[in-house]
């Protein structure tokens, strides 16, 4: 099986987490939802719990080459955290698929067996922690990179949840003074 049954398999997981919840996670459901056996399934990921860390692990490829690409064009990583995400109005795709994955991933959380240690929370923890991790090296002011994490974190949970934006130019003030140098 090819790297594109893994994606699908992933994508399907997606869609499963996203259309129907959590409660309806099965291996059964997410094979059924890529068109491969659950053999076919098994043999990308072992467990349901592979499956969910599968899809943190994509999470982070997605938005680790969102910010690769942010960075050659010159954009500083601080901005690039606090982009606002707007899934009803956004055109790229590759923002549309990282948001799908981020909204996906935080369902997650209820999804995973609850095995000990759970695999599924490193993997998010280490995503994360690559996130905070690039904005300290970013920005000196360890009190400065955290307040950006914790606002970006803060819009990107807004826009997962549906919530009203903050006005734009309101925030395009917020964005400017904490990337000021």
Do not use: C
């Not at 699908?8 to 068109?35: K, P, Y």
């Amino acid at each position: 099986m090819s790297s594109d049954t893994r994606d699908r398999i992933l994508d399907a997981l997606e869609t499963v987490l996203l259309e129907r919840g959590s409660a309806q996670l099965t291996l059964d459901n997410v094979a059924a939802a890529a068109g491969v056996s659950k053999g076919g399934l098994l043999y990308h990921f072992k467990s349901k719990d592979a499956l969910l860390v599968g899809l943190v692990h994509r999470l982070g490829e997605r938005a680790r080459a969102q910010l690769d690409e942010a960075r050659a064009s010159g954009t500083p990583i601080s901005a690039w955290y606090l982009q606002t995400p707007d899934p009803t109005t956004q055109t790229d795709a590759v923002e549309l698929a990282l948001y799908r994955s981020l909204l996906a991933t935080m369902r997650t959380i209820d999804a995973s067996t609850g095995n000990e240690p759970d695999e599924v929370q490193r993997a998010l923890d280490a995503v994360m922690a690559s996130w905070s991790d690039d904005l300290e090296t970013e920005v000196s002011d360890p009190v400065r990179a955290d307040t950006i994490r914790l606002v970006g974190d803060g819009v990107y949970l807004r826009a997962l949840l549906g919530l009203p934006q903050i006005e734009p130019a309101r925030y395009r003030a917020v964005v400017e003074r904490l990337t000021e140098h």
